[in-house]
């Protein structure tokens, strides 16, 4: 090469570039950057490479080159910039099309990522990286169809590519086809025993298909090989949240924020795990961080909406819903879904249809809209969902665990209100097994624990107590019982008075006594335990610290109703620590009250109601413990309400609950289904009208179906067969 550098080469290649003292062509310089990036020597790379654009500025390999370096070093902004001049170049390759695409993608340019990456594959068809890429783009824009025949085109021309069987895993898993998802990720692992994003994908994959130990090892594999493996942490929490494990959830998020705190996905996550715990300020404020990293992200507004909600801030959760429901989310429908169980709760029932319906146009496929749907309304013969419902679960076209288990019981409550029987419990007891093999339960160990709480609380607890009166509070009313045996309805009459306040379901008194500590700080057990604390007179920490959770509810009211039905479990050390509050307890026909909670999938944890024969042991057992709290407890702070009483005689009953509750009769107690105060139960839509008696009795036109049912109750053996 001359050394006269002052002669302008004809070539630019010939250009030279002064480098380690020598000087030596942009092709040579070029060729020694790449050895030095491949070798990880980033720094003599770059100063190759800004070299090579003193001698030829707009050098296209130069800025790909330095593109993917400030990839590397995190700089995506830089990065982008240096790759499109690079694609500026007449001769510019395929690859660099696709790399630009890949970052655009990375950056959320998607429309800027497509365009590159079809631009990319029309220069060479070949390019395995540029499908795949553009497979990916396609995928995150909902494109699944193109995406689908991207991928499948890169498995087809390089089978042991093992990342492109796990993207095509990806698509499969957004098109619902959830065995094909599965065998995707098989075989990635297959290919790539310790690809760790595979396993983090499988994990989540598992647990759609309710397989939640799997679910769970998965994850924790893919962290073992990837500790900083953001998903797979993220995937762990979801699998211990659908077993009702929130705690375990809370400790996997944790560990993820520690080491990225920023995490939006994270953030919103918790959010929901603490949403859950009743902690609500802390998720409020977790959800609004998730907002401030991700504010283009659905799933964060729709945290800090689900936390508003929970909070009474109607309004602002409103907004919260609409925003997330206009934008991109892991389940693009669940800001409409969340805006319509709003707008049931504060009986604006028409909105929430619409927002259903508009839930279905997103994704005609929701399981959670048509569950949500079903709910709200009394369901005709002629009405479409239910062909469209069949169809999604009869061509498979749902294969999620929890969407076909949805299904099963909205289907169920379709065919009820339609009056086929048959129909309504093969779907019911579907959905019911499919319920049931989430979650671990023990009848015989349930029944034991019932009966110990009878023997830690008798009688002579009661008559021996040194808790003070004067130090107590009138202001808690407790309404207890099973689930579905009318505990809302007593609640919305006693809410409808001027001087009381309705705080729904309440659960402070399970955090509170499954908190208490010893004195030396170990935790106490329920029973015993807590009844060992009462008896040293230390009932005043229970007492004081249920004051502190629900005197905020009160305002100016007299009375505040916490409507927990599984309280019964709590009712002497109610009476114990709270002497002047007062317990409503809520009966109502065994059978009708285990059928109305079979027909239901809900949203807490009732684990006794997937299974006929366990529902009625638990029955016996609870109703074992209310016969000992009533033999117990002072009748002037104690009774019990019929539910068929109250429909047969509301005003007698209604004035009675009064009365008991130490308050001046309201007329506005017999309008209860004018309110418009939320309801937050699986029973809003009932106790929005007026008193109806078609529900006492019921059980009896079902009874052919209820055979295990009834005879655990220990009921006349049922006629016909199921």
């Known amino acids: ?42 720094n003599q790379a770059e100063l190759l490479c800004q070299k090579v654009l003193v001698a030829w500025p707009g050098n296209s390999e130069a800025l790909h080159l330095l593109g993917l370096m400030s990839h590397n070093w995190g700089n995506l902004d830089l990065a982008i910039e240096y790759l499109r001049k690079a694609c500026q170049s007449p001769r510019a390759p395929a690859v660099y099309f696709s790399n630009l695409a890949e970052m655009c993608r990375q950056k959320g340019l998607l429309e800027e990522g497509e365009s590159m990456g079809r631009r990319a594959v029309a220069l060479d068809s070949s390019l395995v990286g540029g499908w795949n890429n553009l497979g990916i783009i396609l995928q995150e824009e909902s494109k699944y169809e193109e995406a689908l025949t991207c991928l499948e085109r890169v498995v087809a021309m390089q089978p042991a590519y093992a990342e492109a069987h796990n993207n095509l895993g990806n698509t499969f898993k957004k098109l619902g086809q959830l065995d094909k998802a599965k065998s995707c990720y098989t075989k990635a692992l297959e290919l790539a025993p310790n690809y760790p994003e595979a396993h983090s994908n499988l994990s989540n994959l598992l647990k759609e298909f309710g397989e939640l130990d799997q679910a769970v090892a998965s994850a924790r594999c893919a962290i073992d090989l990837n500790p900083r493996l953001a998903d797979a942490y993220i995937n762990a929490a979801a699998a211990e949240m659908v077993r009702l494990r929130h705690e375990e959830a809370l400790r996997w998020l944790n560990a993820l924020l520690a080491f990225a705190p920023t995490n939006g996905l994270a953030l919103a996550a918790k959010s929901g795990v603490l949403n859950k715990l009743d902690r609500y300020e802390e998720a409020l404020h977790t959800a609004q961080q998730a907002v401030m990293q991700t504010p283009l992200n659905g799933d964060a507004h729709n945290a800090v909406g689900q936390v508003l909600q929970s909070l009474g801030r109607y309004d602002e959760a409103l907004t919260a819903f609409e925003k997330a429901a206009g934008l991109t989310s892991v389940t693009p429908e669940q800001g409409f879904i969340s805006k319509g169980q709003l707008l049931m709760e504060i009986n604006r029932l028409e909105e929430s249809g619409i927002a259903y319906a508009q839930a279905l146009k997103v994704n005609p496929r929701s399981a959670s809209a048509y569950f949500n749907a079903a709910d709200l309304k009394t369901i005709r013969p002629e009405d479409p969902d239910i062909g469209r419902m069949e169809e999604l679960l009869e061509q498979n076209q749902v294969q999620s665990h929890g969407d076909r288990m949805c299904l099963h019981y909205a289907l169920g409550k379709a065919w009820m209100d339609v009056g086929d029987a048959k129909r309504a419990f093969a779907h019911l007891d579907e959905g019911s097994r499919m319920k049931r093999g989430t979650i671990s339960y023990d009848a015989a160990a349930t029944d034991r624990w019932l009966k110990t709480i009878a023997e830690a609380f008798p009688a002579s607890l009661f008559t021996q107590s040194d808790v003070s009166d004067g130090a107590s509070s009138d202001l808690p009313v407790f309404v207890i019982g099973m689930p579905r045996s009318g505990t809302t309805l007593v609640e919305q009459i006693l809410a409808s008075h001027p001087e009381v306040q309705g705080t729904g379901e309440l659960s402070a008194m399970r955090r509170i006594v499954t908190g208490m500590r010893s004195s030396d700080g170990q ?24 004051l502190a959770e629900v005197q905020k509810f009160a305002h100016d009211h007299k009375r505040i109703i916490d409507k927990m039905p599984a309280n019964f479990l709590y009712a002497g050390l109610i009476t114990l620590s709270m002497p002047h509050a007062r317990i409503i307890h809520c009966r109502r026909d065994p059978v009708d009250t285990c059928l109305s909670c079979y027909t239901k999938l809900f949203t807490a944890e009732q684990n006794f109601t997937y299974d006929l024969t366990e529902l009625g042991q638990f029955y016996l057992s609870y109703a074992r413990l209310m016969e000992h709290w009533q033999r117990v407890l002072p009748p002037t702070h104690f009774i019990e309400v019929d539910y068929e009483a109250v429909v047969d005689d509301l005003e007698t009953q209604a004035k009675r609950l009064v009365d008991f509750c130490g308050l001046q009769w309201d007329e506005d107690c017999l309008k209860f289904h004018d309110s418009r105060r939320p309801v937050r139960t699986a029973s809003a839509n009932q106790v929005r009208q007026p008193i109806y008696k078609r529900s006492v009795g019921r059980w009896k036109k079902y009874e052919p179906y209820l055979g295990p049912l009834l005879t655990a109750l220990d009921r006349a053996e049922p006629t016909g067969k199921k």
């Open 1 to 42: 090469m001359s050394k006269n550098s002052s002669q302008k080469p004809k070539n630019p290649t010939d250009s030279p570039v002064a480098a380690q003292n020598q000087n030596m062509s942009i092709d040579q310089a070029l060729a020694m950057a790449y050895g030095h990036w491949n070798a990880g020597q980033t």
């Open 523 to 546: 935790p106490l057990s329920y029973p015993e335990g807590i009844s060992a604390l009462v008896q040293k007179g230390e009932a005043a920490r229970i007492r004081n610290a249920y």
